[in-house]
């Protein structure tokens, strides 16, 4: 074989290496491509899940926080409405000792509260107390039919921050009924809170029942 037969076989065959070598390269490079687009795409989708879960919880970290202020303003306006709700209690009680000091009204007062049950009262109210007694044993001997023992406890009077009223006791002191003015009052407020409430605020929207 001559010098140039070789030559020319030497180009052949380093051109189909060249060409085999850059077959070699462009499949390399597509299988590169295709696995750094695979890998993009799952890291993209785990970035996404990642946020969207983020973003998931900071949503219900938001209607936690928004429930909790709105629980919190709603305490914050019971409690206000309580407030003065005792504050008006506190102004009436300051105000039954006004009532102990009107002779027009208290006298009949008072035989409302011995009719109903039948004592210890304030000194001041001895008097009018007895004459009470006076007045309402007949009604109570001509409805129940019976004789009725009633006495005036000098030895055991009101409390002083008492405004006036009765507490009553049974023969041996055990049973009491308390009908002073504050007990009244407490009881009358303990009875009509609920239209206490819905004049001074309205009707509660949340509420389904009424009783």
Known sequence: M?????????????????????????????????????????????????????EKQIEQQKKIQMSNLM??????????????????????????GNVAKDPSKYPALMDGLLLQVSFSCQP????????????????????VKTNLEVRIDQDNFLAPDISGGIELYNGDGKIKVSNTLESRLDLM??????????????????RKFLD
């Not at 499949?27 to 990642?50: C, D, H, P, S």
């Not at 008006?88 to 009680?93: C, F, G, I, K, T």
């Not at 407020?189 to 239209?195: G, I, N, V």
């Open 2 to 54: 001559i010098l140039s037969d070789i030559k020319h076989m030497m180009a052949f065959i380093e051109q189909e290496a060249n060409e085999k070598a850059e077959e070699i390269d462009a499949k390399a490079e597509e299988e590169f491509n295709i696995e750094k687009g695979r890998l993009v795409q799952t890291q993209r989708l785990k970035i996404m899940e990642y946020y969207e879960k983020k």
């Open 71 to 96: 629980n919190q303003a709603r305490l914050k306006v019971l409690k206000a409405r309580d407030d003065m709700i005792s504050e008006m209690l506190n102004e009436a009680r300051q105000r039954l």
């Open 124 to 143: 001041p109210d001895c008097k009018s107390v007895g004459a009470s007694i006076q007045r309402n044993i007949p009604i109570y001997k001509a409805a």
């Open 189 to 206: 407020a303990q009875q009509m809170m609920p239209e206490i409430r819905v004049s001074l605020f309205g009707a509660n929207p949340n």
